[in-house]
């Protein structure tokens, strides 16, 4: 007979989790479309290591992100962002003259890599906001 506890620990519960969105500023609309991948790492000397992607869907939201593993102290999101900004960019220009603020074909920032350290545990939101030429990010909950 046993009088310990029954209960298992939550393997999620020694793990960091993140999830992001993107707001697209400049409509303030959610940009719908994007890829965006997740890289891990264990320490500031080591390697990155892919774990997977996803797509923001209608609102702007990734919700499918993978569990960075266990020991993971870094976490990056790299952002592809020029497709859905050409996109939108042809949109707006149609029966429109060129636009002659870019000075570069295709978008001025064509992705966004955000790096973040991370701790066992946590849940890490990081938006995205979005416009033509800047972006800015945060911690959100």
């Not at 994007?34 to 891990?40: D, I, K």
């Not at 997977?52 to 919700?63: H, L, M, P, Q, V």
């Amino acid at each position: 007979m046993s009088t310990g506890s029954t209960e298992t620990a939550d393997p999620n519960a020694f793990v960091a989790s993140v999830s992001t969105h993107i707001l697209d500023t400049s409509a303030g609309r959610p940009a719908a479309g994007v890829a965006v991948r997740l890289a891990a790492r264990s320490g500031r000397e080591a390697d990155w290591r892919a774990l997977g992607g996803s797509e923001t869907d209608a609102d702007g939201r990734c919700k499918d992100l993978p569990a960075p593993p266990e020991g993971t102290t870094h976490v990056r999101l790299d952002f592809e962002v020029e497709p859905y900004l050409e996109k939108k960019q042809a949109d707006a220009q149609q029966g429109a003259p060129a636009n002659r603020d870019s000075g570069a074909a295709g978008a001025f920032f064509p992705e966004v890599a955000i790096t973040f350290a991370v701790v066992p545990g946590e849940h890490y939101h990081v938006p995205l906001l979005l416009n033509p030429f800047g972006y800015s990010v945060y911690r959100g909950s």
